[in-house]
């Protein structure tokens, strides 16, 4: 059975047959494609589990270049299959699953907006791997981008070469606030799955004191540290660096680097670099700046589109 309920733009389909969610931790998987919808909610609910939280699966039917019409409310409608299909595969999950389904104008903008009116704690996407370079920054593409930049809350991008199986994860780390939380969602997983954490720094000179310190900054963050392993290594190339390291393991995470409000660096050169060449399922994470910085910089990404078309119509 579905609620549907209909805004100024939007129509929401809920489903009742997982109920509605009541805890406070909620993870948000936006769906689309039936073939890795399993696997992307079997990760989102292993999250959710460590928090005694909750999945809500969302699947947007876009309506871009027309409103909503009786063709995309029957659209939605018979898209409900995906939708049914995560709640039937979420029974065996150690989280509840619930859905939603969005007729929205931007897919983007719906996620966007479902994660505020479910005041989601933690977005799960996943990426195909294709990085372009854009003005002052790179892109992951036209759903991802606006996302990552304004999500309101922490956010997961996942590029999955499988999941069923996680006995080693790499987490590598500069130390940064996003490492931590890169760290945190190793302990979540490695609980679930019985994994084992290796949290590595790569440092480019001879000295290793200051990987040390890195990993031991990394490291006051988060609880439960007698199960991870801590490596220094050295390499005159980051990138190249982690990606030697791992051919032993079944999964890379990693936090995105710092960034300037006004630049358009979406999770940083590091992560992005290593994302893209590695052969292993690769999660990239960033923590949730607030609502101002999260502002500011939705300021600027709209005055960088007016610029553009301006530049363009000349």
């Known amino acids: 059975m579905t609620v549907a309920t209909e805004g100024k733009e939007d129509l929401v389909f809920r489903d009742e047959l997982g109920g509605r969610p009541t805890t406070a931790f909620r993870v ?78 931007s897919i983007a ?16 996407m996943g990426w195909q791997g294709r990085v372009r370079s854009i003005s002052l920054g790179t892109s992951l593409g036209e759903v991802l981008d606006p996302v990552i930049k304004e999500a309101p809350c922490d956010l997961a991008v996942v590029k999955s070469h499988g999941l069923t199986s996680i006995q080693r994860i790499l987490v590598p780390t500069a130390g940064g606030p996003n490492a931590v939380l890169a760290l945190n969602v190793a302990m979540a997983l490695s609980k679930v799955y019985h994994s084992e954490i290796t949290l590595l720094h790569v440092a480019k000179g001879a000295d290793q004191g200051q990987g040390r310190r890195m990993i031991a900054r990394t490291m006051a963050g988060v609880r439960g540290k007698k199960s991870i392993r801590q490596e220094v290594i050295i390499a005159g190339n980051v990138v190249k660096g982690i990606l030697k390291e791992v051919k032993d393991y ?25 994302a893209k060449r590695c052969p292993k399922t690769v999660i990239m994470v960033k923590g949730y700046e607030g609502p101002l910085v999260s502002g500011l910089r939705r300021v600027w990404t709209t005055f960088l589109g007016a610029r553009s078309l301006i530049v363009a119509l000349r």
């Open 28 to 105: 948000l998987v936006p769906v689309a494609n039936p073939l890795t919808c399993g696997a992307m909610i079997q990760l989102a609910a292993a999250l959710a589990s460590q928090r005694s939280g909750e999945v809500i699966a969302l699947h947007i039917v876009s309506t871009l270049n027309h409103g909503i019409d009786d063709e995309s409310k029957r659209s939605a409608e018979s898209r409900r299959s995906i939708m049914e299909e995560a709640v039937n595969y979420g029974r065996g999950l150690p989280s509840p699953v619930h859905t939603v389904t969005r007729v929205a104008g």
């Open 109 to 124: 903008q719906g996620i966007l907006d479902t994660a505020r009116e479910e005041n989601a704690s933690l977005i799960v």
């Open 250 to 274: 079944d999964l890379v995470i990693l936090g995105a680097t710092r960034q300037g409000v006004f630049r358009q660096i979406l999770f940083g050169s590091v992560p992005e670099g290593v």
